[in-house]
């Protein structure tokens, strides 16, 4: 399945086509590698015809979660890339705070993905392009920001956006081809 640009697959895939692991180019704390591997977390849920999003959860500079949409495949409304990945993120740190993380993730995050972000009382939100329709950190709500919640994350956004929208214009612009929502 090629549906997406050869610049931006080539950021992810050999001359084989096989995934390749994003190398460890940068600093700990640098935000361009850890939107790079959400980015390529991203691909791996269109490959598996699944809205092309992605998040990785970062701690002491270090990925210690990852993951990709999967509402089709688990037929589960709630198993959005960040919800799986605040899952695997408390698992590895044994605890429910997830305090010192940074989540990047590659669309701005929904209702749902923004209230568990505040629960898991996570530091840091960096996103790709903002979500006018169900953006919850920012565009048609700011929930992460809310003050009068018991916890407010820092956010980053409108960051490396650019892949982030040619993924999802790909991924739409073949469903529609195919006659499918």
Request: glycine content about 6%; charged content about 25%; proline content about 6%.
């Amino acid at each position: 399945m090629d549906i997406f640009d050869p610049d931006i697959a080539d950021l992810f895939f050999d001359d084989d086509g096989d995934q390749v692991e994003i190398p460890q180019l940068f600093g700990p704390d640098d935000h361009e590698r850890f939107m790079l591997a959400a980015l390529q977390e991203a691909v791996a849920a269109a490959e598996i015809d699944e809205v092309p999003i992605g998040a990785v959860i970062a701690h002491e500079g270090k990925i210690i979660a990852r993951a990709h949409n999967q509402r089709e495949t688990l037929k589960d409304p709630t198993a959005h890339a960040e919800m799986i990945a605040l899952t695997q993120a408390a698992e590895y740190l044994g605890t429910w705070r997830l305090t010192g993380c940074t989540i990047y993730v590659t669309l701005e995050p929904c209702p749902m993905c923004a209230g568990a972000l505040v629960n898991a009382r996570i530091d840091r939100l960096v996103y790709g392009p903002p979500e006018p329709k169900s953006g919850a950190c920012g565009s048609l709500f700011n929930i992460v920001q809310d003050e009068r919640l018991n916890h407010r994350l820092e956010v980053i956004s409108d960051f490396m956006s650019e892949p982030s929208v040619q993924l999802l214009q790909d991924f739409f612009a073949r469903k529609r081809s195919q006659g499918k929502k």
